[in-house]
């Protein structure tokens, strides 16, 4: 569930987070996959057949399903949880999605706390 961004920006200043990757739809997750190995040289870090992580040089990009997770800016925060309630994945990271006063959909994320980077 996406929920909206109502949050004090004072309260948020101070807040280290750093840019995890950027999710964008495709109808079908391995043709996608396929185009940006060969077009971008980027490199599986996961896949299957409802989303995969790509790595490009310093970044990361997330192929989703329209039906699966909308697209969005994902945020790294050790402090996601001042966004919303989080959710915990399988992987052992946590996020909350909320939309910005335009209509943009971004993730807060929590790592697992053994791949902490900030």
């Known amino acids: 569930m996406i929920g909206n961004l109502k949050l004090n920006v004072k309260k948020l200043k101070g807040v280290l987070m750093k ?21 971008l ?22 192929l989703v399903l329209p039906s699966q997770h909308p697209p969005h800016l994902a945020f790294e925060s050790s402090e996601a949880e001042k966004y919303g309630k989080l959710t915990t994945h399988r ?9 910005d006063p335009y209509g943009n959909t971004l993730e807060f994320l929590k790592l697992a706390s053994d791949e902490t980077s900030l």
């Open 19 to 39: 840019l995890h990757h950027v999710a964008l739809c495709v109808p079908s997750i391995e043709p996608a996959v396929s185009w940006y190995v060969k077009n």
């Open 41 to 62: 040289e980027a490199k599986v870090a996961y896949q299957d057949s409802t989303w995969a992580m790509l790595d490009i040089d310093n970044t990361q990009i997330a």
């Open 91 to 99: 992987d052992g990271t946590a996020s909350v999605y909320v939309q």
